[in-house]
């Protein structure tokens, strides 16, 4: 059985894909600013047990249904729910999940617009253009710029639509085999710059001592969000890329590798902005979207190379964000090319243009909709917590219920491999079954005392 999109060459082709999906934005400038919001430890705290008790199993969970149904998400699940006899309405979890990638992609390439921007302002430096001087001017001058807004979350859009038109993600893919490691690398090399500053200590101490003052419904709502976020679950992302996944691969094996990789990139991210936050005098629970373009840029003033490295920064988040908007947009895309006479040039197109459309509400939040409020959020928070915080949670809800009670034991265990052992199995079965759904089901609950 193969994907009529194509099929990864091998185990580490998937994983690198999978990797390049889930390491992104949300590990370097999300996990961090929403950390700073929530109060560092207890937050991290709540974010590392969702990883393991809800992320985990869903992650399988969503490769074992691609793999299985081998097709876009809407007919994968279509497929899937004849074969056991289950309701058709299943294929709704695909389009809930189409829905939410297209929500997530619409911001999501606004701050990748920002990241370019910053890569270019250091390269311009480097040349010998004026360098950031204050950098809170400088980003609070970006914002106010909806025409400077528009024009790199367009570009951005243009690098996302033209590999997944040119179907050459595989070839990006070999690239960023390269590209991720180097941005790890950069990433060490803030942590050293970090624990010179003598603030190491006390960046550990904010995110991962717990002040259980902290702790509230929507914490948790935020905690869980964001463990879905970063792994690109909840949106049907890794399902589309286990349609892909040959068959004799070992599930558990991949997702843990993808799911330990993300956590590691975003606690390390954490572990050298911390420190640069602190050592420059900043709250480190100031929060903000702004967090890492006001803080960094002081620290890449100061250290040696820091314009270079600063540039070198940028833009390889940049990329790391690219190859996460691909697998944004693979799902829609997928279910254009197999449902509609569309090609896969003119579908990827579509959702591109579209895609950009809708960014401009992220764009014009900071400006011309600077005032405008909903539930007490900007615009923009407010598309991110109603596409990541809310509908990846119910995602996951409805991937764990099927995988786990609609799809026979019998289906699961033949894909998440027949030598896995026995307590494996009834391990993965119990908390996809049990666990994850109680769990999210509490948190969203919680979602209540939020309004
Ligand atoms: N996981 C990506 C990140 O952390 C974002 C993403 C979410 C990508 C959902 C695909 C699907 O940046
Ligand atoms: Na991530």
């Keep these: 059985t193969s994907s009529i999109h194509g099929m990864w060459s091998s185990r580490l082709a998937f994983v690198l894909a999978a990797t390049g999906s889930a390491v992104g934005l949300g590990n370097i400038w999300r996990f961090p600013y929403i950390t700073s919001e929530n109060g560092g430890g207890a937050f991290v705290l709540v974010y590392l047990i969702c990883i393991a008790l809800v992320g985990l199993p869903v992650m399988f969970s969503e490769i074992v249904i691609g793999r299985r149904g081998r097709m876009s998400p809407v007919n994968s699940m279509r497929e899937l729910a004849d074969d056991v006899g289950a309701s058709r309405a299943w294929m709704g979890l695909g389009f809930l999940g189409i829905l939410a990638g297209f929500l997530i992609l619409s911001f999501y390439s606004v701050v990748a617009g920002w990241t370019l921007h910053y890569g270019f302002l ?31 979350h367009g570009v951005f859009m243009v690098m996302t639509v033209g590999v997944v038109a040119l179907g050459v993600e595989k070839g990006l893919e070999r690239a960023v085999g390269i590209l991720m490691p180097v941005l790890f690398v950069l990433l060490l090399i803030l942590l050293l710059y970090g624990v010179s500053t003598g603030h190491f200590m006390d960046a550990v101490a904010f ?37 892909y996944l040959p068959s004799h691969v070992h599930v558990p094996k991949v997702g843990t590798a993808v799911a330990l990789s993300d956590t590691a990139v975003a606690l390390i991210a954490g572990l050298a902005i911390f420190p640069v936050i602190i050592a420059f005098g900043i709250d480190p629970g100031s929060g903000g979207a702004g967090l890492i373009f006001t803080s960094l840029p002081l620290a890449f003033a100061e250290m040696p190379f820091g314009i270079a490295y600063g540039m070198a920064f940028f833009l390889l988040l940049s990329v790391a964000a690219w190859t996460s908007a691909i697998s944004l947009m693979e799902p829609a895309v997928a279910y254009l090319v197999e449902s509609t006479n569309l090609s896969r040039k003119s579908a990827a197109l579509t959702v591109a243009v579209l895609g950009w459309l809708a960014g401009l509400a992220s764009v014009f939040s900071f400006n011309i909709w600077s005032e405008v409020s909903v539930g007490g959020k900007s615009v923009m928070d407010a598309i991110e917590f109603l596409a990541a915080d809310i509908m990846l949670p119910i995602g996951g809800l409805l991937t ?20 896995m052992h026995d307590w494996a199995f009834k391990g993965w079965l119990w908390l996809t079954r049990i666990v994850t759904p109680l769990l999210i089901l509490v948190v969203m609950a919680g979602i209540l005392g939020v309004f």
């Design 400 to 419: 764990a219920i099927f995988a786990g009670w609609v799809l026979s034991k019998t289906i699961t265990r033949e894909e998440l491999d027949d030598k």
């Design 207 to 243: 995110m991962f001592k717990p002040d259980w003052s902290q702790v509230s419904g929507g914490m948790i709502v935020t905690a869980m969000g964001q463990a879905f976020f970063t792994l690109s679950l909840g949106m049907c992302a890794i399902m589309t890329y286990g349609a």
């Design 122 to 152: 250091y390269l311009k430096e480097l040349f010998g253009g004026a360098g950031i001087t204050d950098p809170n001017a400088t980003f609070g001058a970006l914002l106010a710029n909806a025409g400077e807004l528009t024009f790199w």
